[in-house]
């Protein structure tokens, strides 16, 4: 199995928009953890990333949604609108979908990775925010995959809600592996479609060998 890789890269006032957006995050976790996320405060932040605080509300709700990300300048996934393709599973299906997801997002460094858990953890109510944000994506894909489940017609209809939960919880393993990989290999610029190709195949194995 080869996950496919990001779609074309968007057009230049897309491009523009999420490089504000990063622009925002990356000053609100750096001064998070620089000082506290008391103390960073959004006119700060809008210095640090040189936009107005005008611009920064464009983006953002609070520092605290502009630490985690979560940026109102974007709709929610489209992972709604999956369809299976003839040829490739459920599993594939869904895995091209959050690589699209992921291929317009920028990662970012290590270091900055590092950062971000630190201002989490430092801060359990954004640590919570952020647990509910994957419960709320996670509950997104069971529902997505029990309608692929449903159209292909090939699981028993009582059998379809434990496949759909086994299905995403693989997909979870399957990317919490990959991340593993892009962090210790983060300097080959290997994409990240390769790296959950790879854990994909890795953890295929395992469960071949158990």
Do not use: C
């Amino acid at each position: 199995m080869t996950i496919e890789s990001p779609s074309a890269p968007p057009g230049l006032r897309e491009r523009k928009k999420r490089e504000t957006a990063r622009a925002i995050e990356v000053a609100a976790v750096e001064l998070a953890a620089e000082q506290s996320l008391g103390e960073a405060t959004i006119e700060a932040i809008s210095a640090r990333a040189d936009v107005t605080s005008r611009t920064f509300f464009n983006y953002y709700a609070s520092k605290e949604d502009a630490v985690l990300g979560v940026s109102r300048a974007f709709p929610r996934s489209q992972f709604l609108e999956l369809t299976q393709r003839p040829g490739r599973s459920i599993v594939e299906t869904l895995l091209d979908g959050v690589v699209q997801e992921l291929g317009s997002i920028e990662l970012g460094t290590t270091d900055f990775q590092a950062k971000k858990r630190h201002v989490l953890l430092e801060n359990p109510h954004l640590l919570a925010r952020d647990f509910q944000t994957m419960g709320d994506i996670e509950a997104e894909l069971v529902a997505v995959t029990r309608r692929l489940l449903d159209e292909e017609g090939v699981v028993a209809p009582g059998e379809r809600d434990d496949r759909a939960w086994a299905v995403v919880t693989l997909m979870g393993a399957v990317l919490r592996l990959a991340m593993q990989r892009w962090s210790r290999d983060s300097g080959s610029g290997a994409p990240v479609a390769d790296h959950i190709t790879i854990a994909f195949r890795t953890l295929r194995a395992v469960a071949r060998d158990a």
